[in-house]
């Protein structure tokens, strides 16, 4: 079961801003809490919106050309957790192969949010689970493209 799965978007947004004010105030941090300010401590464009509460409501639209940072958290988030329990199968050696290739892990996973995402919308689109061997290919065409 998902962790976020019984949030609403205030909900799991206050989690971010939480957890990044107990990190920041040298808090001890739940595990959860931990993850989280990992990543927003690797994006240092968003710790002035979260350290703002109007952070809480605002929307970021595709249409206004804006990248919601709470989804691009979340999709790290759900990366590094793929990686870690190595689901889809494989995808802890293509991001393994791709932080190689790239500066570092947050580069790669910048590579895969991409695929992340787009595996997630066709899923929604199409209202099924989402394809994890679709997904698992994109990923390794990434890698392969990243070899030229």
Not at 72 to 95: K, N, S
Not at 118 to 144: I, V
């Amino acid at each position: 079961m998902p962790v976020f799965h019984d949030q609403d978007r205030s909900s799991l947004r206050r989690l971010y801003v939480e957890s990044w004010r107990k990190h920041r105030e040298g808090r001890v941090l739940e595990p959860l809490e931990a993850q989280i300010a990992a990543v927003v401590a690797q994006h240092p464009e968003y710790h002035t919106l979260l350290e703002n509460e109007a952070a809480l409501t605002r929307d970021w639209t595709p249409e206004h050309g804006a990248t919601n940072p709470f989804l691009h958290m979340g999709l790290h988030l759900a990366i590094r957790e793929q990686v870690a329990t190595d689901r889809p199968a494989g995808i802890a050696a293509v991001h393994a192969a791709l932080a190689g290739r790239f500066a570092d892990a947050l580069e790669a996973e910048h590579a895969m949010i991409e695929c992340l995402g787009a595996a997630l919308w066709e899923a929604q689109r199409d209202g099924k689970a989402p394809d994890e061997k679709r997904y698992l290919d994109a990923l390794q065409a990434l890698l392969r493209q990243r070899r030229r």
